[in-house]
């Protein structure tokens, strides 16, 4: 609502509408959307999962998707191998986590997102160890850090720890927090994994 609040305020030519409570119970409502975005609880209770066809259509159709926070998580399957391709990237349990620590973004690659973005740093819960696409093709990364040991503290599970995330840590392999995609069909995709503290909009 916040961002929703933000965009109409902002002069430049969007028409941003809310949908509260999951998917819309008229999917009609979606139709001419350029973008979709998702801010909404994920995994397997993730608004999309019994959606996903319906979505294909819309995504060939060139319409854009952004994923928010939670709303990165998809199951692995028929929903993660759709994220794949939408977006470019997901939080996959078992191989991406979930800590709350302090990112610090210093350096931005050159893209239309990062326009006048300058050196930040935030304290939220930055998912990180996302499963990318292959060799991050057709992926741009936006927001990138090495997150530092004790983001691994917490005991192994679905998302607090896994070894996979633990050897990527230990040899020192940047995290991407956000990341851009063009699809083939000509979409856009967007994912970023900050966004639970609610102050941080502010």
């Known amino acids: 609502m916040l961002m929703a609040k933000a965009l109409n305020a902002s002069g430049l030519p969007v028409e941003a509408v809310v949908i509260s409570n999951g998917f819309p119970k008229d999917p009609?409502?979606?139709?001419?959307?350029?973008t979709i975005v998702v801010y909404a609880d994920g995994g397997g209770r993730h608004p999309l999962n019994a959606h996903i066809d319906d979505f294909r259509k819309?995504?060939?159709?060139?319409?854009?998707?952004?994923?928010?926070?939670?709303?990165v998580e998809v199951p692995k399957g028929k929903s993660g191998?759709?994220?794949?391709?939408?977006t470019g990237g997901y939080?996959?349990?078992h191989w991406s986590v979930n800590p709350h620590w302090t990112a610090r973004y210093k350096a931005f690659p050159k893209h239309p997102i990062t326009r006048g973005v300058k050196p930040f740093s935030v304290h939220?819960?930055?998912?990180?160890h996302m499963r990318f696409v292959t060799k991050l093709k057709g992926v741009t990364?936006?927001?990138t850090d090495l997150p530092p040991d004790s983001?691994?503290?917490r005991p192994d599970g679905p998302h607090s720890g896994n070894k996979f995330a633990r050897a990527a840590i230990a040899k020192k392999q940047p995290q991407h927090m956000a990341w851009a995609r063009v699809r083939r069909d000509g979409g856009r995709g967007f994912g970023f994994t900050g966004g639970?503290?609610?102050?941080?909009?502010?």
Do not use: Q
Not at 28 to 34: E, I, K, Q, T
Not at 63 to 69: D, F
Not at 124 to 128: H, L, P, Q, R
């Open 141 to 143: 990364p936006i927001l």
């Open 196 to 202: 639970h503290d609610h102050w941080n909009w502010g």
């Open 91 to 93: 939080f996959e349990t």
């Open 58 to 71: 819309r995504m060939s159709a060139g319409v854009g998707l952004v994923c928010i926070h939670y709303g």
């Open 151 to 153: 983001t691994l503290k």
């Open 124 to 128: 939220d819960e930055w998912y990180y």
């Open 28 to 34: 009609s409502v979606l139709d001419g959307a350029a």
């Open 81 to 86: 191998d759709a994220f794949l391709d939408w």
